[in-house]
């Protein structure tokens, strides 16, 4: 029999993640408190551990349910209106393995643009502007390393980011890479000159 996650006194009847967000819908373990169901969110970006925001509590059984289901519509909403607009690029779907240059993990990719693999991508977030970094640092940049942490910057949103090396599919060729991550791989590259320079 399946151990019942317990949240602050609800049980979590159903629960459901639509991209980095899990939303709960919980039944109170005692039925006789005011507010015996619950509603909640937890988000997650990258690699940091699921945040809930506070509680929502309810005395009506359909408006909780009401209040669960609206939740994942407007989550699923942000997911399309996310993927609209996505610029620089005529089609947002992944690369494929045949876009990339293959690597073993004998090769070096410090330095390199590399592509993740689709499937290591959260539902929802599966496209190209989450599929696409540079990498410079961390032990799984380097052959034949013990480490998986690779460390570099997003080239779609340009922040500084950690992937993990088993997800790498391989090697982006300049030719592949839509405009938005040239532009941004550029700037990245000159402000890693400039503070190469500011730290001489």
């Known amino acids: 029999m399946d151990e019942k996650e317990v949240l602050h006194g609800y049980v979590i009847d159903s629960h459901i993640w639509v991209g980095h967000k899990r939303i709960c819908f919980g039944i109170a373990e005692d ?23 506070k509680l929502h509590c309810y005395d009506n059984f359909p408006e909780a349910v009401h209040a669960y289901a609206n939740k994942i519509s407007e989550s699923a909403k942000e997911l399309e209106d996310r993927r609209a607009a996505i610029v620089g690029v005529d089609d ?26 689709e499937r290591s991508l959260t539902h929802g977030y599966r496209d190209i502007a989450n599929q ?6 961390g032990f799984g940049v380097e052959p034949c390393s013990r480490g998986r942490a690779c460390y570099g910057w997003n080239l779609y949103t340009g922040e500084k980011c ?39």
């Not at 039925?31 to 925001?53: A, K, L, R, W």
């Not at 779907?93 to 090769?107: F, G, N, R, Y």
């Open 31 to 53: 039925q006789t408190i005011e507010f015996p169901y619950m509603m909640c969110v937890y988000e997650s970006e990258g690699y940091m551990y699921p945040v809930c925001d």
């Open 162 to 200: 950690r992937i993990e090396r088993p997800n790498v599919m391989g090697i982006v060729p300049h030719e592949k890479l839509p405009e938005f991550a040239k532009k941004t791989l550029e700037k990245v590259k000159l402000e890693q000159k400039k503070e190469s320079r500011d730290a001489r």
């Open 92 to 117: 947002p779907s992944c690369l494929k393995a045949e876009d990339v240059v293959d690597i073993s993990w004998e090769d070096s990719i410090k330095g390199k643009v590399v592509a993740v693999k």
């Open 132 to 137: 696409l970094y540079y990498v410079n640092s």
